[in-house]
């Protein structure tokens, strides 16, 4: 009871990331505790899917051919049934939205604990994970002494797995009860919001909760158009109806990576991080020296931004709006 | 039609804090309603408003103080709210997501609710896990991450755009009874009135303890603790531009200069 089961994560015919980002991690849990790391990938072309993900450090693969895109109904069955058959301490997902989506009701299905969104595992017994709290302005240690459990790991913690695998890949029968499949995904629609493509952009003015209103979204707007950059945002400022979704960074938005993002009363939220830490330089305008923002700032100016940016907008011959 | 909805009174802690033993000093905490229950609560009053005879009824897990929280939503227009705490609640170190799922579970056996809607995550611990988890202990269907909803009462279907990563929906038909999990902008939560906030006053709220649903204190052990709580190193090596906003706006000007994607 030392092995660690993860299910890898496909959308519309590829693997998504985090996939390999679960054989990282379980294989360290796995080490750390002296067992095997079995990886099971569930639904679409199971064949070509498990040949991907023969990468290093994963000892066995389970193919399970069971329709084409994720369901959380026949996920929840599939996953129950491959923890019979491998019986492992921790059953390890994404904490995506499809994993937040049956991670908890395998956990209660089971009688097991669940601890979502884990930052760190460390192996020992009883496991801890690490995990953040309060909008990431601390972090916790969680210890569960359970013999089993359900880990979600969040998405870019640990680096995706590479290198040719040598695992041992089995097609696994699945028994899915079909009257216990109450809900059907009928397709899939992409976000709207008119033709700019803010991840085309070489610089993005970037704006956040910290504008406070409506009206005062002209004054970043005014900046994009000194600056002859784009204009984008965090996902509050898209909630309020305030941008529309096709400017929204982050993993619900856009993915970017621009040369220079310019984040403007903007926290930094992981979820908004996920969005834009890759691009070339980072630069951040906020009042708060302590936001999270600052850690992955290439340059910061720790003020307010309606006192720097009517003064960059004058810099590049503009005239502030407010 | 009966929709539940649970809310929770959240903490937030302010810029400058300092930590107590395994959590943040009580000082620096400010008490709000969950921002994702927030448009639970719109979702659920705007169905409301919109059909014939639907109840809405909300349930939260907290002390006295989290009243103010439930009168909020009371004044936004739910008609009744129920709040569940007694002693071992009080002195239970942590309520792991099981513990939470099972009380909510009992809470929606004694009030037969056609629909539950939760917010997906709470502001201070972001489990984000115990509407699917409720979902399974209580046999309803569920949709976690719903940033759209159109209801089919009579079909006995509830048609969801489900908020993927990368800007994305998944549309999915759900079978009620149902859990959903509400994301925020799945619509534009209203400000309480005056008139709601005087009304708000009049509305049910029922204090409930854990025996009232029959349980005891041996639905909150857990194996689940937490151990630690600490300010994660900082990881910044940005430079910072010191001065008054004129001299900072014309450093980063220079920069931008510099790095040649700015003309002017």
Known sequence: ?322 | MKILVTVKEVAEAEDDFEIDGLDIDERYLEYDLNEWDDYAVEEAVSIAEEGDDVEVVSVTVGPERAEETVRMALAKGVDRAIRVWDDDLATAEMLDVGAKADILAAVVEEEDPDLVFTGVQANDDAFGATGVALAETIGFEWAAVVNRLDLDVEGGVASVHRELEGGVDELTDVETPAVLTIQTGINEPRYASLRGIRQAQRKPLDVKELGDYGLDSSVLETPVSRTAMYVPETESDATVFEGDAEETAGQLADLLRDKGVVEG
């Open chain 1, 1 to 322: 009871m030392t092995d660690v089961l993860a299910i890898a994560e496909h959308r519309r015919g590829s693997l998504r990331d985090v996939s390999f980002e679960l054989v990282t991690a379980g294989r360290e849990l796995a080490d750390a505790r002296g067992g095997d790391l079995h990886l099971a990938v569930v639904g679409g072309d199971v064949d070509a899917f498990a040949e991907e993900l023969n990468v290093e450090g994963v000892d066995t693969i389970y193919t399970v051919d069971e329709g084409e895109e994720f369901n959380h109904d026949v996920y929840v069955q599939v996953a129950q049934q491959l923890i019979e058959e491998v019986e492992p301490s921790t059953l390890l997902l994404p904490n995506s939205v499809n994993g937040l989506d049956y991670a908890p009701a395998v956990a209660e299905r089971l009688g097991v604990p669940i601890v979502t969104d884990a930052i760190g595992v460390a192996g020992d017994d009883p496991l801890e994970v690490t995990r953040e709290m309060y909008g990431s302005k601390v972090e916790t240690t969680i210890e569960v002494d359970a013999p089993e459990l359900v880990v979600t790991i969040r998405s870019t913690e640990w680096d995706g797995a590479e290198g040719e695998g040598s695992a041992d890949v089995q097609s696994f029968e699945a028994d899915v009860d079909e009257s216990q499949v109450r809900s059907t995904v009928t397709g899939f629609e992409e976000a709207g919001g008119g033709d700019v493509d803010i991840a085309d952009a070489d610089v993005l003015v970037s704006v956040g909760r910290g504008i406070d209103e409506e009206e005062n979204i002209v004054l970043v707007e005014k900046l994009a158009e000194a600056l002859d950059a784009t204009l984008s945002s965090s996902r509050p400022i898209v909630d309020n109806g305030w941008l529309p979704k096709n400017r929204q960074v982050g993993q619900s938005g856009k993915v970017v990576t621009p040369k220079v993002y310019i984040a403007i009363g903007i926290s930094g939220a992981v979820q908004h991080v996920a969005g834009m830490k890759g691009s070339e330089t980072i630069v951040a305008i906020n009042t708060d020296p302590n936001a999270p923002i600052n850690d992955l700032a290439d340059y910061a100016i720790h003020d307010d931004l309606f006192d720097v940016v009517p003064a960059l907008i004058e810099e590049f011959g503009g005239e502030s709006p407010l």
